[in-house]
């Protein structure tokens, strides 16, 4: 079935550097897409979130871009800091429903 | 603390055995979802809430779970007849009623372990 997956399963950047995580989908009829960052032992924390209708949303630090021509999603952390060490997880919004279907994960390792 | 509690946040129990937890929403949120999450894999959902109606099960909601959110607050997610393959984190994660799918807060989870 179609799902949601990420292209690096392990990213290591050095503190103060920008990051980049990757996901690719391939539902083209996802209309939402939102990216989680889990701690060890805790539940997922909500990051930032896209809709279909956009190509790119800034928050804090964190910049989600959506290119639908080739179904691809990212998340930039810029300066990253050791605090953002965790497993980030893509999702997208399974269209007609209200689940998230999650990708496996990518575990982001900032150095000092 | 204003977020989704989920109570006890860890459970050991014999395979055999019946559990259930307890997940308190943020207050103002109409939304629930249940999700199980095992090591290493990203949540898979299971079962979703509007206000007291459960309108989405997943597949993975096998006849052994069942969730129940009698007055469209808190929610209980029973596992009867335990077996080793449910231990797993179960999250509980909340959100505002709105057109099409809002972001949803998840809680710390809890941990259940069948042995």
């Known amino acids: 079935g179609e799902s949601v997956g990420l292209h690096l399963p392990t990213l290591s950047v050095q503190e103060g550097d920008n990051s980049i995580i990757n996901c690719a989908y391939s539902?083209?009829?996802?209309?939402?897409f939102i990216w989680y960052k889990q701690e060890s032992g805790k539940g997922p924390q909500f990051i930032i979130d896209?809709?279909?209708?956009?190509d790119k949303r800034q928050g804090q630090r964190v910049t989600v871009l959506l290119n639908k021509t080739v179904k691809h999603l990212s998340l930039q952390i810029a300066a990253t800091q050791p605090g953002d060490s965790a497993v980030y997880f893509c999702a997208e919004n399974i269209p007609g429903g209200y689940a998230l279907n999650f990708g496996k994960g990518t575990s982001l390792l900032v150095t000092p | 603390d204003t977020g989704v509690s989920q109570n006890p946040r860890h459970k050991i129990t014999k395979r055999g055995q019946n559990v259930t937890f307890r997940c308190d929403p943020i207050?103002?949120?109409?939304?629930l979802y249940w999700y199980r999450q095992t090591l290493g894999q990203g949540p898979e959902f299971l079962t979703y809430?509007?206000?007291?109606?459960?309108?989405?099960k997943s597949r993975l909601l096998s006849d052994r779970f069942s969730a129940e959110r009698p007055k469209g607050s808190f929610s209980t997610l029973e596992i009867q007849r335990t077996e080793q393959g449910d231990s797993a984190m179960y999250l509980c994660?909340?959100?505002?009623?709105?057109?099409?799918?809002?972001?949803?807060?998840f809680g710390q989870g809890t941990r259940l372990t069948v042995v």
């Open positions: 896209i809709r279909s209708n956009m």
């Open positions: 207050s103002e949120h109409n939304r």
């Open positions: 994660a909340s959100s505002l009623d709105g057109t099409g799918y809002t972001e949803a807060f």
């Open positions: 809430f509007q206000n007291e109606a459960q309108l989405e």
């Open positions: 539902n083209s009829a996802s209309d939402y």
